[in-house]
């Protein structure tokens, strides 16, 4: 069974550069699947950040598209998130999750695996 | 950009009462792209419907999703207490993915 898990500071300075890591276990980042991030700021409800794919494709927010870079690393089974120039709205929980891609009567896609989130705050 | 619109915001309603989640795309979308999820307070969230209408494995048969255009519909047919929590809907377009703002089904 896959799991998932975020890793990285949990304090980040403003203008500084939130870096987290989600490591695969229990199967391979180099399978048939999109790898994102999504976040929640406090209290609030969920964005999608990006996705990639284990060959190094991206897809990002084009809202977040100018500070975002997702890497692959798939010889530590693992894949990052770099987030520039963060002010204090870019505080919240992170979550890694699995895209699930299905041919049932026409293709499905989803998100089915998420790490439990780890929490950032971009505070001085 | 697709834009998805959840309502009510909140639904307050007793357990054994049966829960109806609209969510509406600002475009029309393909139904196999629409997702639903359930999050509950300091957890990740769950996947429950994929395709607009296919359960997600080990979800249990009162929940259910319809719909297709721009109208989508999650219904709980009978409220159990651990069903209590916030519901996204999510589309894959374009650009990407999005989420809904999410709708709350509180305890009444």
């Known amino acids: 069974q896959v799991q998932l898990q975020e890793s990285g500071p949990r304090l980040v300075k403003p203008s500084g550069t939130l870096s987290l890591t989600c490591a695969v276990s229990?199967?391979?980042?180099?399978?048939?699947?999109?790898w994102s991030w999504v976040r929640q700021p406090p209290g609030k409800g969920l964005e999608w950040i990006g996705e990639i794919y284990h060959s190094g494709s991206t897809s990002y927010n084009p809202s977040l598209k100018s500070r975002v870079t997702i890497s692959v690393d798939n010889s530590n089974n693992q894949f990052s998130l770099k987030l520039t120039s963060v002010t204090a709205a870019d505080t919240g929980v992170y979550y890694c999750a699995r895209g699930q891609t299905v041919v049932t009567s026409s293709w499905v896609y989803y998100m089915d695996v998420w790490g439990k989130g780890t929490t950032v705050t971009v505070s001085s | 950009e697709i834009v998805l619109t959840q309502s009510p915001g909140t639904l307050s309603l007793s357990p054994g009462e049966r829960a109806t989640l609209s969510c509406r795309a600002s475009?029309?979308?393909?139904?196999?792209?629409l997702v639903w999820y359930q999050q509950k307070p300091g957890q990740a969230p769950r996947l429950l419907i994929y395709g607009a209408s296919s359960r997600a494995t080990g979800i249990p048969d009162r929940f259910s999703g319809s719909g297709s255009g721009t109208d989508f519909t999650l219904t709980i047919s009978r409220l159990e207490p651990e069903d209590f929590a916030v519901f996204y809907c999510?589309?894959?377009?374009?650009?990407?993915?999005?989420f809904g703002q999410g709708t709350k089904v509180e305890i009444k």
């Open positions: 999510q589309y894959y377009g374009s650009s990407g993915w999005t």
């Open positions: 475009q029309t979308v393909s139904s196999s792209y």
């Open positions: 229990g199967g391979s980042i180099s399978s048939s699947n999109w």
